[in-house]
């Protein structure tokens, strides 16, 4: 079940490249902080001077650390790691105290699954193939980002209608409205005209 929620406290283990990396960003939206464990020391980090402000690297591997203290206060675990015996560690520690986990393409490890993000200003889109082929979930979402794109415009005067409407007003007539806006061709027009401040005060 698809759910926008923030997180505390995540730990991402592997965060340093690939699809840890990637992973990085993502959660980055989602969590107050980040803890981020290297597979590897010293380490070198994918696009280093673009790291969000609340992701805070680890200096040490899993390895050379404690596993509990690492995991201590977390609300989310991520691992990437190449090891599988590390990532069944991994997996048994957050099980013990009830903590989720998301071992990256090893699906029988996993309690939740990360979805590939079509993230714009008036909308968020989620594509998963439940931990089967992240690489797929990964080119449909390329797919949809040109699609979203070409919809903020028109995104925007409905969500404005949305705003503007008053809090009097019932669920269905809310609705009616609304279907009524996003179906109209004049605001249609508007939107691919490029006139914006005029399609929201239609809407």
Known sequence: ?????RLRRVVLFGAERGEG???LDKLARF???ILAVPETVPYSVEGEDELPENVRFHPRTVEDSDLSDLLADASFVVS???SRDWNERIVAECRKSGRLVNIIDEKDLCDVYLMALVDRPTMTLAVSTGGRCAFFAKEIRKELEHW???RDALAEAILEAREA???????DDRIRRLRAAYNDAELRRL??????NEACTRA
């Open 148 to 150: 979203a794109e070409s």
């Open 21 to 23: 990396r990637e992973k």
């Open 80 to 82: 990437d790691l190449t």
């Open 31 to 33: 969590a107050d902080e």
């Open 1 to 5: 079940m698809p759910l926008n929620v």
């Open 191 to 196: 939107v691919a005209s490029g006139c914006l």
């Open 165 to 171: 409407l008053p809090g009097s007003s019932g669920r």
